[in-house]
């Protein structure tokens, strides 16, 4: 067995397991405060990997200043999105909201094709450092900065749930609508503040995956690939979706090795966390650490 090759193999699979995870609390997010599943998640890397590439490139902005303005623009997408979009939904049938949803992630992929093309665009070298040696084994630049800040997201999260105003705002928004507006809370500045968050974790994740492997419309493939972390981890928990997100990404690299060592099936990487999907759905279909819903009848 070649031991180098799997510690390889886990560790990338822990750094890319925190960015399953930081993209699963996305979801999460908007399903606690608008019960709905966005599928336009994986366009929102695409959104925020491109924004960024094209300040880099076209303005010729050093990383550092082209970074910033990246979330700030996508800050005020996410806020435009939900008013001039998904605002006038509220009351309709969720079906109907996750049908936009879809049709969303449909016309931002065919936009970013038309403005960028479908050929991967590399981006410039941002690092001094291609790679940091992590316990003897060669970790690219961008996966290290990568796993730092989501570390730092995970923590603002909590923080942000446990004792914000805005956060317990959205817990109670989540918990119910109704009670909550009886208190004073603006629903809708809630619901526009987790499609902002949404938006701003996601174009991190974007950029940094498009910083190793290029940009293109493949990455918003990343919002797909994210949803087994989501179920496994409980569509309504953000502890869940952090373990669900680690769980995957360890996942999916054990099955790229042992498809690679004895196997050779050749696409296992790609379909393992499908699997555990539907093994998930069958064993315990409100995850980990999801609420089960009890209804009388």
């Not at 550092?64 to 996508?74: N, S």
């Not at 099936?265 to 069958?282: C, E, Q, R, T």
Request: hydrophobic fraction near 55%; include cysteine; proline fraction near 4%.
């Amino acid at each position: 067995m070649n031991s180098s090759l799997l510690g390889q193999l886990l560790i990338n699979g822990l750094i890319i397991g925190t960015l399953y995870g930081v993209v699963a609390m996305c979801f999460v997010l908007i399903y606690k405060s608008t019960k709905v599943v966005n599928f336009a998640q994986g366009e929102f890397l695409l959104i925020g990997a491109w924004t960024c590439w094209w300040l880099l490139v076209r303005f010729e902005l050093p990383f550092w200043a082209g970074f910033p303005l990246t979330l700030c623009f996508m800050v005020v997408f996410g806020i435009a999105l939900q008013v001039l979009v998904l605002r006038p939904m509220i009351g309709e049938p969720i079906i109907s909201v996750i049908m936009v949803t879809i049709g969303l992630s449909m016309f931002f992929q065919s936009l970013m094709g038309w403005m960028f093309g479908g050929f991967p665009r590399p981006y410039p070298q941002a690092f001094s450092t291609e790679s940091i040696d992590v316990f003897g084994l060669q970790v690219q630049t961008p996966y290290v900065m990568s796993m730092v800040i989501s570390l730092v997201i995970m923590a603002a999260f909590y923080y942000f749930f446990r004792f914000s105003k805005a956060g317990l705002a959205m817990r109670a928004t989540a918990f119910n609508q109704q009670v909550a507006q009886s208190l004073g809370i603006s629903v809708k500045n809630v619901f526009a503040g987790a499609w902002a968050i949404s938006a701003v974790v996601s174009a991190l994740a974007g950029i940094v995956i498009g910083m190793v492997n290029g940009v293109s419309s493949a990455l918003s493939f990343f919002g797909i690939k994210v949803f087994p972390a989501v179920i496994l981890g409980g569509l309504d928990s953000i502890v869940g979706a952090v373990v669900g997100g680690l769980i995957i990404g360890v996942l999916e690299n054990l099955a790229e090795f042992v498809d690679g060592q004895y196997l050779h099936i050749g696409n296992l990487y790609s379909v393992a966390p499908f699997y555990a999907l539907v093994i998930i759905l069958m064993i315990r279909p409100y995850g980990l650490f999801g609420t089960k819903d009890i209804e009388r009848i």
